[in-house]
């Protein structure tokens, strides 16, 4: 059963910085492509970003409104995934969730499994 | 930048027949795919690639595409069907979401 438990949010003041987890279980993580999709409070779903597995690059892709100041990296002997972020904003307060991602080279991607979600609050 | 327009609300009796529309302009051209959400819940996949339905979904849930609209159907809606439901494509911008629909049993 694929798993997915996400860690690390939190209060967090205008301008400052948080590292959220997400830890994997139940497939084989190295060959996974990974997401994150944010919603803020009350709102809809919001892609965050994407990162290919080691064998694809590990290439990431971003969201524009977050992209320089977030960054999504994985640590595939430790089967988690993780994502930065810096200079965050008010309007970044949202439940963050971590997804799988299925392979696709050409179709739109889409997120498969989804874990519980963290709240990240910014607020000063 | 490109979006995905869904109905803000539906609203079925039990037993009806419920159809939330989803409207953009690459659909004819990348699939889409729709999530169910319950309060306080994680969004769960319940249509990928325009209409094939993941395991463990109930066959009541179908999904269809016409030109730029896509459509998900509930045939024979219960009580527990009542939740959000977002439609999601992408573009060259990456991945995009459909504001939701809130599907309310009467």
């Known amino acids: 059963e694929v798993r997915l438990v996400e860690s690390g949010g939190g209060l967090v003041k205008p301008g400052g910085s948080l590292r959220l987890s997400c830890a994997a279980s139940?497939?084989?993580?190295?060959?996974?492509?990974m997401s994150w999709v944010r919603q803020a409070p009350g709102k809809g779903l919001e892609w965050v970003g994407r990162i290919k597995s080691k064998s694809d690059g590990e290439r990431t892709d971003y969201a524009a409104p977050v992209k320089g100041r977030f960054t999504i990296s994985r640590d595939d002997s430790k089967d988690k995934l993780y994502l930065q972020m810096n200079s965050l904003r008010t309007e970044d307060t949202a439940v963050y969730y971590c997804s799988t991602t299925p392979r696709t080279l050409a179709a739109a991607e889409y997120s498969q499994h989804w874990g519980r979600g963290t709240l990240v609050t910014v607020s000063s | 930048s490109y979006e995905l327009t869904q109905p803000p609300s539906v609203s079925v009796s039990p037993g009806q027949t419920a159809r939330i529309t989803c409207s953009g302009d690459?659909?004819?051209?990348?699939?889409a795919y729709w999530y169910q959400q319950k309060p306080g819940q994680a969004p769960m996949l319940v249509i990928y690639?325009?209409?094939e339905r993941p395991s463990g979904i109930p066959e009541r849930f179908s999904g269809s595409s016409s030109g730029t609209t896509v459509t998900l159907t509930i045939s024979g809606v219960q009580a527990e069907d009542e939740a959000d439901y977002y439609c999601q494509s992408a573009d060259s911008s990456g991945v995009v979401f459909g504001g939701g629909t809130k599907l309310t049993v009467l």
């Open positions: 690639k325009d209409s």
């Open positions: 690459a659909l004819p051209k990348q699939y």
């Open positions: 139940g497939f084989t993580f190295n060959n996974a492509w």
